[in-house]
Protein backbone atom coordinates (compact mmCIF):
# COMPACT_ATOMS: atom_id res chain seq x y z
CA UNK A 1 0.00 0.00 0.00
CA UNK A 2 1.13 3.80 -0.33
CA UNK A 3 1.22 4.47 3.36
CA UNK A 4 -0.25 7.60 3.18
CA UNK A 5 -3.26 6.24 1.47
CA UNK A 6 -4.39 4.45 4.45
CA UNK A 7 -6.47 6.39 5.97
CA UNK A 8 -8.35 4.99 8.46
CA UNK A 9 -12.16 4.15 7.45
CA UNK A 10 -13.63 6.19 10.47
CA UNK A 11 -11.84 9.66 9.15
CA UNK A 12 -12.47 9.20 6.00
CA UNK A 13 -16.31 8.68 7.20
CA UNK A 14 -16.45 12.13 8.90
CA UNK A 15 -15.88 13.97 5.71
CA UNK A 16 -17.61 11.92 3.55
CA UNK A 17 -21.12 13.66 2.81
CA UNK A 18 -24.43 12.11 1.12
CA UNK A 19 -27.39 13.16 -0.55
CA UNK A 20 -30.93 11.20 -1.31
CA UNK A 21 -32.30 10.95 -5.05
CA UNK A 22 -34.74 8.55 -6.93
CA UNK A 23 -33.54 5.06 -7.80
CA UNK A 24 -31.80 4.57 -11.40
CA UNK A 25 -31.35 1.12 -13.45
CA UNK A 26 -27.92 0.78 -12.65
CA UNK A 27 -28.64 0.62 -8.70
CA UNK A 28 -29.85 -2.24 -8.92
CA UNK A 29 -26.60 -4.17 -8.24
CA UNK A 30 -25.86 -2.16 -5.58
CA UNK A 31 -29.57 -2.14 -4.18
CA UNK A 32 -29.05 -5.98 -3.75
CA UNK A 33 -25.62 -5.95 -1.71
CA UNK A 34 -26.84 -3.30 0.90
CA UNK A 35 -29.71 -5.81 1.16
CA UNK A 36 -27.35 -8.40 1.80
CA UNK A 37 -24.74 -6.51 4.07
CA UNK A 38 -27.11 -5.55 6.41
CA UNK A 39 -28.43 -8.31 6.72
CA UNK A 40 -28.61 -9.79 10.66
CA UNK A 41 -30.52 -13.35 10.85
CA UNK A 42 -27.86 -16.18 9.62
CA UNK A 43 -29.86 -17.75 6.79
CA UNK A 44 -29.56 -14.33 5.28
CA UNK A 45 -25.76 -13.40 6.06
CA UNK A 46 -24.68 -16.80 4.48
CA UNK A 47 -27.28 -16.74 1.77
CA UNK A 48 -26.69 -13.24 -0.35
CA UNK A 49 -28.99 -14.27 -3.29
CA UNK A 50 -31.79 -15.46 -0.93
CA UNK A 51 -32.24 -12.12 1.24
CA UNK A 52 -31.48 -9.97 -2.01
CA UNK A 53 -34.61 -11.78 -3.29
CA UNK A 54 -36.90 -11.89 -0.73
CA UNK A 55 -36.43 -7.99 0.32
CA UNK A 56 -34.60 -6.15 -2.91
CA UNK A 57 -36.18 -7.51 -6.15
CA UNK A 58 -39.07 -7.09 -5.82
CA UNK A 59 -39.10 -3.30 -5.29
CA UNK A 60 -36.66 -2.86 -8.39
CA UNK A 61 -38.30 -4.58 -10.86
CA UNK A 62 -41.78 -3.82 -9.93
CA UNK A 63 -41.84 -0.51 -8.06
CA UNK A 64 -39.04 1.38 -8.86
CA UNK A 65 -40.68 4.70 -8.44
CA UNK A 66 -41.21 3.89 -4.48
CA UNK A 67 -37.08 3.50 -3.85
CA UNK A 68 -34.71 6.43 -2.88
CA UNK A 69 -30.88 6.11 -2.76
CA UNK A 70 -28.51 7.67 -0.32
CA UNK A 71 -25.57 7.94 -2.42
CA UNK A 72 -21.98 9.53 -1.73
CA UNK A 73 -21.76 12.83 -3.31
CA UNK A 74 -18.51 12.04 -4.33
CA UNK A 75 -19.00 9.74 -6.87
CA UNK A 76 -22.85 8.60 -6.29
CA UNK A 77 -22.46 5.06 -5.58
CA UNK A 78 -25.27 3.76 -3.13
CA UNK A 79 -24.72 3.07 0.57
CA UNK A 80 -28.47 3.10 1.38
CA UNK A 81 -32.17 3.00 0.24
CA UNK A 82 -35.24 3.17 1.69
CA UNK A 83 -37.77 0.38 -0.44
CA UNK A 84 -41.74 0.65 -1.02
CA UNK A 85 -44.71 -0.69 -2.31
CA UNK A 86 -47.74 0.90 -2.56
CA UNK A 87 -50.64 -1.32 -1.74
CA UNK A 88 -50.21 -4.96 -0.02
CA UNK A 89 -52.63 -6.60 -2.12
CA UNK A 90 -50.86 -6.11 -5.40
CA UNK A 91 -47.74 -6.01 -3.94
CA UNK A 92 -48.63 -9.88 -2.47
CA UNK A 93 -49.92 -11.12 -5.83
CA UNK A 94 -47.13 -10.17 -8.00
CA UNK A 95 -44.85 -11.06 -5.35
CA UNK A 96 -46.56 -14.86 -5.28
CA UNK A 97 -46.68 -14.82 -9.08
CA UNK A 98 -43.22 -13.49 -9.78
CA UNK A 99 -40.84 -13.86 -7.32
CA UNK A 100 -41.60 -16.79 -4.83
CA UNK A 101 -40.63 -19.34 -7.90
CA UNK A 102 -37.31 -17.92 -7.58
CA UNK A 103 -37.54 -18.11 -3.21
CA UNK A 104 -38.44 -21.69 -3.55
CA UNK A 105 -35.77 -22.26 -5.61
CA UNK A 106 -33.28 -20.99 -3.16
CA UNK A 107 -35.35 -22.34 -0.23
CA UNK A 108 -38.56 -23.94 0.36
CA UNK A 109 -38.33 -22.95 3.44
CA UNK A 110 -38.44 -19.30 3.50
CA UNK A 111 -41.05 -19.38 0.91
CA UNK A 112 -43.40 -21.62 3.18
CA UNK A 113 -42.78 -19.48 5.91
CA UNK A 114 -42.62 -16.25 3.83
CA UNK A 115 -46.40 -17.26 2.09
CA UNK A 116 -47.65 -17.08 5.85
CA UNK A 117 -46.43 -13.90 6.76
CA UNK A 118 -47.68 -12.26 4.16
CA UNK A 119 -51.62 -14.06 4.64
CA UNK A 120 -51.72 -12.42 8.20
CA UNK A 121 -50.40 -9.35 7.03
CA UNK A 122 -52.97 -8.89 4.55
CA UNK A 123 -55.72 -10.08 7.11
CA UNK A 124 -54.23 -6.96 9.30
CA UNK A 125 -53.11 -4.57 8.52
CA UNK A 126 -53.75 -4.01 4.46
CA UNK A 127 -56.91 -1.95 4.47
CA UNK A 128 -55.75 0.74 6.96
CA UNK A 129 -51.69 0.87 6.28
CA UNK A 130 -51.54 -0.27 2.62
CA UNK A 131 -48.46 0.65 1.77
CA UNK A 132 -45.03 -0.69 3.13
CA UNK A 133 -41.39 0.00 3.05
CA UNK A 134 -38.15 -1.49 3.65
CA UNK A 135 -34.68 1.01 4.78
CA UNK A 136 -31.23 -0.21 4.78
CA UNK A 137 -28.53 1.85 5.30
CA UNK A 138 -24.60 0.39 5.14
CA UNK A 139 -22.38 1.48 8.64
CA UNK A 140 -20.55 4.09 7.10
CA UNK A 141 -23.93 6.33 6.71
CA UNK A 142 -25.81 5.44 9.67
CA UNK A 143 -26.39 7.74 12.86
CA UNK A 144 -26.01 10.62 10.90
CA UNK A 145 -29.37 11.62 10.08
CA UNK A 146 -29.74 10.29 6.40
CA UNK A 147 -32.44 7.57 7.74
CA UNK A 148 -34.74 10.51 8.40
CA UNK A 149 -33.87 11.68 4.88
CA UNK A 150 -35.08 8.96 3.19
CA UNK A 151 -38.16 8.69 5.34
CA UNK A 152 -38.95 12.57 4.68
CA UNK A 153 -38.64 11.54 1.09
CA UNK A 154 -40.58 8.56 1.02
CA UNK A 155 -43.63 10.23 2.93
CA UNK A 156 -43.80 13.30 0.64
CA UNK A 157 -43.85 10.41 -2.57
CA UNK A 158 -47.06 8.23 -0.45
CA UNK A 159 -48.59 11.62 0.49
CA UNK A 160 -48.68 12.45 -3.40
CA UNK A 161 -49.68 8.98 -4.22
CA UNK A 162 -52.85 9.73 -2.36
CA UNK A 163 -51.30 6.39 0.02
CA UNK A 164 -53.33 6.99 3.98
CA UNK A 165 -51.14 4.65 5.57
CA UNK A 166 -47.95 2.62 5.48
CA UNK A 167 -46.35 0.04 7.70
CA UNK A 168 -43.09 -2.06 8.51
CA UNK A 169 -41.83 -5.10 10.07
CA UNK A 170 -38.93 -5.14 12.59
CA UNK A 171 -36.44 -7.52 14.08
CA UNK A 172 -37.48 -7.77 17.77
CA UNK A 173 -33.99 -7.56 18.59
CA UNK A 174 -33.22 -4.60 16.55
CA UNK A 175 -33.48 -1.96 19.68
CA UNK A 176 -32.26 0.73 17.44
CA UNK A 177 -34.48 0.29 14.72
CA UNK A 178 -37.41 0.23 17.14
CA UNK A 179 -35.89 3.75 18.63
CA UNK A 180 -35.84 4.81 15.17
CA UNK A 181 -39.36 4.11 13.93
CA UNK A 182 -40.64 5.37 16.87
CA UNK A 183 -39.04 8.77 17.05
CA UNK A 184 -40.47 9.34 13.52
CA UNK A 185 -44.20 8.94 14.68
CA UNK A 186 -44.50 4.93 13.79
CA UNK A 187 -46.57 3.20 16.43
CA UNK A 188 -46.14 -0.86 16.84
CA UNK A 189 -49.44 -2.56 16.24
CA UNK A 190 -47.99 -6.09 16.29
CA UNK A 191 -45.86 -7.53 18.91
CA UNK A 192 -44.47 -11.06 17.70
CA UNK A 193 -41.85 -11.21 20.59
CA UNK A 194 -38.49 -12.36 19.00
CA UNK A 195 -40.19 -12.95 15.85
CA UNK A 196 -40.60 -9.27 15.08
CA UNK A 197 -42.89 -6.40 15.45
CA UNK A 198 -45.05 -4.58 13.56
CA UNK A 199 -45.25 -0.73 13.69
CA UNK A 200 -47.25 1.66 10.94
CA UNK A 201 -48.25 5.08 10.42
CA UNK A 202 -51.07 7.62 9.11
CA UNK A 203 -49.60 9.60 5.72
CA UNK A 204 -50.72 13.27 6.02
CA UNK A 205 -52.30 14.29 2.61
CA UNK A 206 -49.38 16.57 1.06
Known amino acids: GGGVFEIS ?3 RNKSMTYH ?5 DEDRDAVRKICHLTATAPAYVKNPELVATLYADYYT ?5 GI ?11 VGYILSSLDYKTFVKTFNKYVMP ?14 FAFRQSLYM ?7 HLHIDILPEAQHQ ?6 MD ?34 TMIHDFGKMGKVFAKQIKKS
Open 9 to 11: DSI
Open 20 to 24: VRKYK
Open 61 to 65: EFEPD
Open 68 to 78: FILARDEDDVA
Open 102 to 115: RVRKLSRLEAFTHF
Open 125 to 131: DAKKYPA
Open 145 to 150: GYGTKL
Open 153 to 186: ALMDYLAGKGVKGVHLGVGGDNAGGIRFYEKYGF
